[in-house]
T-cell receptor, first 110, second 115 residues
Framework: RKEVEQDPGPFNVPEGATVAFNCTYS??????FFWYRQDCRKEPKLLMS???SGNEDGRFTAQLNRASQYISLLIRDSKLSDSATYLC???????????FGAGTTVTVRA | NAGVTQTPKFRVLKTGQSMTLLCAQD?????MYWYRQDPGMGLRLIHY???????AKGEVPDGYNVSRLKKQNFLLGLESAAPSQTSVYFC??????????????FGSGTRLTVV
């Protein structure tokens, strides 16, 4: 089993729609989680950090389900500019290792 | 407002050639990393450094070497390039202890093709 798994998508949604997708992780000891956004042929950029049950930043909401070992990202009122690949990142506790998911691609259409 | 700068941005190598990728950060970060990103896979850690003069192996270190002679620079070397090293390489730096903070700030990447 991979340490971090994501639904690759793509999720094709119209502007204004809500889209949500999950990231599952295998290390039950993981305490912190991150969502990064990566535009085509660009570097990843931090979108949100999740240290407890969840986090909300404007139209973006991240939720953590420790029992089932997954985090989700929900995007409300989707904009064309939200089109990107969203990477789930899970640090390994007490280690320098970061596990990256392969990414979920979201395409918002007009 | 430079952040993390990677050079070169693109490179084509022939099998067996060598090259060095340079990563420079101006944020006084202690931790620096080199990753490679391949289609359908998450970023994988090649080597990392927890401070000037230190380096350590990551998940996929074979075929690569690194050096961190100055705090702001982290060099990644390929001694004898192979087609399997065709990839996009990202450098990142961070202020926080790995595992307690974000993965860091990434450079814009180096697209390397080995033919």
């Amino acid at each position: 089993r991979k340490e971090v798994e994501q639904d690759p998508g793509p999720f094709n949604v119209p502007e204004g729609a809500t889209v949500a997708f999950n990231c599952t992780y295998s290390n039950s000891a993981s305490q912190s989680f991150f969502w990064y956004r990566q535009d085509c042929r660009k570097e990843p950029k931090l979108l949100m950090s999740v240290y407890s049950s969840g986090n909300e930043d404007g139209r973006f909401t991240a939720q953590l389900n420790r029992a089932s070992q997954y985090i989700s990202l929900l995007i409300r009122d989707s904009k064309l500019s939200d089109s990107a690949t969203y990477l789930c990142v899970v640090p390994t506790p007490n280690d320098y290792k970061l596990s990256f998911g392969a990414g979920t691609t979201v395409t918002v259409r007009a | 407002n430079a952040g993390v700068t990677q050079t070169p941005k693109f490179r084509v190598l022939k099998t067996g050639q060598s090259m060095t990728l340079l990563c420079a950060q101006d944020m006084n970060h202690e931790y620096m990393y080199w990753y490679r990103q391949d289609p359908g896979m998450g970023l994988r850690l090649i080597h990392y450094s927890v401070g000037e003069g230190t380096t350590a192996k990551g998940e996929v270190p074979d075929g690569y070497n690194v050096s961190r002679l100055k705090k702001q620079n982290f060099l990644l070397g390929l001694e004898s390039a192979a087609p399997s090293q065709t990839s996009v390489y990202f450098c990142a730096s961070s202020y926080s202890t790995p595992g307690t903070g974000p993965a860091g700030t990434f450079g814009s990447g180096t697209r390397l093709t080995v033919v």
